[in-house]
């Protein structure tokens, strides 16, 4: 994973940026829950009716414990769901060991 490149993007910003990309699409895309209401979830809804963005994975860091909240991601279509965490040691682990299966992961090509 020596070539990654992370961009962080707000979350208002993220369609329009994704919707601009010309060239290689990102491997995975992190959709970070802020609160505990799951509404940052639209986005995920957006990206899998989006004709050009609909392949791309989405994994979701959310808080533990809200199973709801898991169910509800899984149910838009996000590709899975990890805890987020505080320790930004943990989270770069969490980032990486994501990074890593998905720049490894065939994607699905639409006809």
Known sequence: MADCE??????SEALPWLRGIT???????????DGGSGA?????K???????????????????GDV?????SFGLGA???????ADPHEL???????GQYWN???LPKRA
């Open 92 to 98: 770069a682990a969490v980032i990486r060991a994501v």
């Open 23 to 33: 060239a290689e699409k990102p491997s995975v895309v992190l959709l970070l829950l």
């Open 6 to 11: 992370i961009r962080s993007v707000a979350a």
């Open 46 to 64: 957006c990206i899998k009716e989006d004709g050009q963005l609909w392949s791309l994975p989405v994994v979701v860091l959310g808080p533990s």
């Open 40 to 44: 940052e979830l639209s986005i995920l």
């Open 68 to 72: 709801g909240l898991v169910d509800k």
């Open 104 to 106: 490894l992961s065939e």
């Open 79 to 85: 590709a899975g769901y990890m805890t987020r965490t």
